[in-house]
């Protein structure tokens, strides 16, 4: 994100960061116990390493992470979002003037009264090769099967997970062994530039977009999907993704 962001600096009106742990998700107590549930504890690592350790690096740091300074340089309001679609984040919107929305890895779904405040919708960022495998942990998904296929996609956003129009994919090649949480920090960055095009395109007054039928949501995996990725070799996580995480301030 903030490599799009340095991007696009002269251009951005307003910075969004969803609150994983919002009450109306359950709170941080709420989702462990659920994902334990289903998913066991190799879960809660997962999540741990990829939203509580950057959180918990920038309020140890002495300065401010790279998104949060690029903000503070354009005057940019950074704000949490604990609803989407409530009145806070919508006043929010209409103070900022923004005309897109542009989401990466974003954690609630858009309502279509949200995304028609601003003129021209909005466009998510998905680390797969939409329309296969929707949904919050692409890669390990793809790379689950016989032959993984990883990509990135710029798709239109509707209300519904991951399956507006496409606007612009393409495939990404990533390193033999790579674990699903460095698989999506490389895929998202290989989005930036697609993402940027898009926007150029949408610029000069319209990009080319195509439909396809949504195939099945891919959630969480369950421990069973879990088990079946660690006897292919297929881990959520390795010790680089440790410190990724650590070094990853917002």
Do not use: K
């Not at 969803?18 to 690592?45: C, D, E, K, T, V």
């Not at 979002?81 to 929305?101: K, M, Q, T």
């Not at 609630?108 to 998510?124: D, F």
Request: charged share 20%; hydrophobic share 45%.
């Amino acid at each position: 994100m903030a490599a799009f962001a340095r991007g696009h600096r002269d251009s951005l009106a307003l910075v969004g960061l969803s609150n994983p742990y919002r009450r109306n998700a359950g709170g941080q107590i709420g989702q462990a116990l659920r994902h334990l549930r289903r998913s066991g504890p190799r879960m809660l690592g997962y999540l741990a390493v990829n939203m509580a350790l950057p959180r918990l690096a920038s309020a140890v740091s002495p300065g401010p992470g790279p998104l949060a300074r690029l903000c503070r340089e354009e005057g940019v309001p950074l704000v949490a979002v604990e609803d989407v679609n409530g009145p806070a984040f919508h006043a929010a919107l209409r103070a900022s003037g923004a005309e897109l929305i542009v989401s990466f890895h974003f954690d609630q779904i858009l309502s279509a009264e949200t995304l028609a405040r601003v003129p021209l919708g909005g466009i998510n960022v998905h680390p797969s090769l939409l329309p296969r495998h929707r949904g919050p942990i692409p890669a390990f998904w793809a790379g689950l099967e016989a032959e993984p296929a990883f990509g990135v996609t710029v798709h239109r956003l509707v209300p519904r997970i991951d399956a507006g129009p496409v606007l612009a994919q393409r495939a990404v090649a990533l390193p033999p062994g790579c674990t699903a949480s460095r698989a999506a920090r490389l895929l998202h960055l290989a989005a930036v530039p697609l993402a940027s095009a898009v926007l150029a395109g949408l610029a000069r007054g319209g990009v080319e977009e195509w439909r396809a039928e949504p195939l099945p949501y891919c959630p969480f995996p369950s421990r069973a999907d879990l088990a079946r990725g660690r006897a292919r070799g297929h881990r959520l996580l390795g010790p680089g993704d440790v410190r990724a995480a650590f070094r990853a301030r917002l």
